[in-house]
């Protein structure tokens, strides 16, 4: 597509169960990541996709947080056990990689707003 | 703590005056992006400026960088009413290693009344 698709857009769950946030980058942006974003602050790195390398999980605040790419396609970030202090908007980012960095900006998807109650 | 740190937290001005946001951080930087955030959603990159840069244009937009003083500045010129949004700086660490996520500061939030 044109842009990057995250989905749901919006996503209500109880405390204690577990959710699934995807993310469709832009065609050929080898690189993709994930952001959270808390209500009026700045946004929170969570972790790091580019191409067949390890991803940079270093942002992940705990083990209930976990995120898979496939290729360089798709990607679903996993949260278990959900807490209430998970709440917050997930946004997905998506750039292009030329030689070592990437001297471009980021393409934003939407985001997920998570509501834990 | 957050690579960039935007002032001020918060901005009010008229339409048709300008709007300066500022943004100061730690480490050494590859390059100095701003963005713009609308109702807590997605951002949009407005415009990015590289290490070796000092000053870059686009539009009604206004970019500085000083590496000396690790700061960066936002220049808005003959603001509009949909101007109105929260913006951000995000500095490309210079890293070693393969990892080059972006570092947001706080945001600014803009409001600028018609």
């Known amino acids: 597509g044109a842009g990057v698709s995250q989905s749901p857009s919006n996503k209500v769950t109880e405390k204690g169960k577990d959710v699934e946030l995807r993310c469709d980058p832009i065609s050929g942006h080898t690189a993709l990541y994930w952001y959270r974003q808390r209500l009026g602050q700045g946004l929170e790195f969570l972790i790091y996709f580019q191409g067949n390398s390890a991803p940079d999980k270093s942002g992940l605040p705990s083990d209930r947080f976990s995120a898979e790419r496939t290729g360089e396609s798709v990607s679903t970030l996993t949260i278990q056990r959900t807490q209430q202090e998970d709440s917050a908007v997930y946004l997905c980012?998506?750039?292009?990689?030329?030689?070592?960095?990437?001297?471009?900006?980021?393409?934003f998807g939407s985001g997920t707003r998570l509501t834990v109650v | 703590s957050q690579q960039g740190e935007e002032d001020p937290q918060a901005l009010s001005i008229q339409e048709g005056e300008n709007a300066t946001m500022n943004c100061s951080y730690k480490?050494?930087?590859?390059?100095l992006q701003w963005y713009r955030q609308n109702s807590g959603r997605g951002l949009v990159h407005l415009i990015l400026?590289?290490?070796?840069?000092r000053e870059k244009h686009s539009g009604r937009l206004r970019v500085t960088l000083d590496t000396s003083k690790k700061s960066s500045s936002l220049l808005i010129t003959a603001s509009r009413a949909a101007d109105t949004a929260s913006y951000f700086c995000?500095?490309?660490?210079?890293?070693?290693?393969?990892?080059?996520?972006?570092?947001f500061g706080g945001g600014t939030r803009l409001m600028v009344k018609p």
């Open positions: 400026i590289r290490s070796n840069e």
């Open positions: 980012a998506s750039s292009l990689v030329q030689g070592a960095r990437p001297n471009y900006g980021y393409t």
């Open positions: 480490t050494s930087i590859n390059n």
């Open positions: 995000a500095t490309d660490a210079d890293r070693n290693n393969a990892g080059n996520m972006l570092t």
